[in-house]
């Protein structure tokens, strides 16, 4: 495979070289010798929904729009109903303003602000739980093959990830096809900004596969499930509850996806074993993505 | 190394096997053929402040009462002065209420919630920069040979990561001995178990090192500091907040720490390289932590 053709799959990819997204920082290695490395950028970024603060989110500061706009979404602050007039980014205060033709006040559910594995502000849980009630995931035929064909291309499409460690990132894509790749230095902040993206674009979500370098915890389930998207996919491993909420809502969620290995827990159905996962090429050591840890 | 000596020197270790934190849990591999493996758990705990309601996190559930005290020191929502009349965990509600003498009031600063990272609720990002001012973090040696030992000592040591993927362990270490070693599905999480067990125990912070497998963000750098420790150390890469703030505080930042190498990006100062690098032994690649993401 060409390494340009499938770059052009995409419809956003991630942008290494732009020199806002990361710092050369200089400091001493192991032997006491001078040695320069690429560290990425991390700037809070203010949201506003209309006059009234949210929260104020650290982003690589790459999509601050798509970032708000998903952010509000996948808190239940913002329906995908409501009528969104402006997105208005001002870099020099690092806010962002997010305005609809009627002031709603979703935001004022949060009475009750969660942390969930440890990650998110003022979700709140109950009302999470309770939004998923509507949820109804379509059937769609998920092939293992189209599977591997976007694990092969995710991992050597070059990204901040592969330049400076230290990021998560999370991929939109449909069947053989990455179509948006974000990346942050919070896995939340990525989904937020596909989120924010397709809200934008008026893009379907039920024929969607999202792939995510993070673990398939409770609320990386719960805002696939809230998009619509009925396919969970990453190289990481699960935790119990998030197999519990992808099983109620009908998500299928597939797992330490890697090489030609894959578990999967939940949503079985939707997948067709239509490749030997003995021809699948071994991941190629080079291409193996790093322990960034979190 | 008898691998049961260094295990001796934990006052707390991971305990992979306790069946309350790991679930056995049944899907389909690549092959179509049942498999089953082992996920973490993850579960709300609602942390009160006297009468009134803080956070809910996701935790695996071990230190309920360690997590809640951490939380709150690292919010600065309870300052190490204030004295703390009881920690009362409710196993059943899912609650754990830490009582003070005197009503405290700092949770209200809470005007402003910030996720940083993509993580955590409620720092008041404005008040977590301010209450670095008055941080000085003491002068002491960090031999780059006791470094090596801990990253040695910590990859061998059974854990949940090793069992189960999906999760984050930060260690509290001395000189070449691992001391406190907490996980959880969240890093912040298990920072703030730490710190809550520092809280406890009345321990000593300036001649500690805090080792972790998660990113050195700002977030966890100010923990760090927060938290009196002077040197923070990780396998993982760092973000350039993380940097500029470790450098502003006097942090000594040491990451990307894989077999012999690692970079220290501040606090070089405190380094004592009295190690050869070419003589430690590269990490054997079944130790090697896994590309668990986030």
Same sequence: chains 1, 2.
Avoid at 17 to 35: C, F, I, M, Y
Avoid at 54 to 82: H, K, R, S
Avoid at 170 to 175: E, F, I, K, P, S
Avoid at 187 to 201: L, P, S, T, Y
Wanted: glycine share 10%; proline share 3%.
């Amino acid at each position: 495979m060409n390494n340009e053709d499938f770059l052009r799959d995409y419809l956003i990819a991630p942008n290494p070289v732009d020199d806002r997204l990361t710092r050369a920082v200089t400091g001493l290695d192991q032997e006491g010798n001078e040695t320069t490395i690429s560290v990425v950028e991390e700037r809070p970024l203010t949201i506003y929904l209309n006059s009234r603060e949210i929260v104020t989110a650290m982003t690589i500061g790459d999509y601050p729009e798509y970032l708000a706009l998903g952010f509000l979404l996948n808190q239940g602050m913002l329906l995908p109903e409501d009528e969104v007039i402006g997105v208005q980014f001002d870099e020099e205060l690092e806010v962002v303003v997010v305005r609809t033709a009627v002031e709603t006040n979703h935001e004022e559910k949060l009475a009750k602000k969660t942390r969930t594995s440890g990650c998110a502000v003022g979700t709140v849980f109950g009302d999470m739980m309770e939004g998923l009630e509507g949820v109804a995931l379509p059937d769609m035929q998920v092939r293992t093959s189209d599977l591997y064909s976007l694990a092969h291309k995710i991992n050597r499409t070059p990204s901040l990830y592969l330049e400076a460690g230290a990021i998560h990132g999370t991929v939109l894509c449909q069947g053989a096809r990455p179509l948006v790749y974000m990346e942050d230095v919070g896995r939340h902040n990525a989904v937020d900004k596909i989120a924010g993206w397709m809200f934008q674009e008026s893009a379907t979500a039920g024929d969607k596969v999202l792939y995510t370098t993070g673990r398939l915890t409770s609320e990386m389930v719960i805002k696939t499930a809230m998009m619509g998207i009925p396919v969970l996919a990453s190289r990481s491993g699960f935790t119990a509850w998030g197999v519990e909420i992808a099983r109620q809502v009908g998500l299928t969620l597939i797992g330490r996806m890697r090489g030609q290995r894959f578990v999967c827990l939940s949503g079985e159905g939707r997948l067709l074993r239509d490749a030997d996962p003995k021809s699948v090429v071994e991941e190629d050591k080079k291409h193996r993505r790093k322990g960034a840890g979190a």
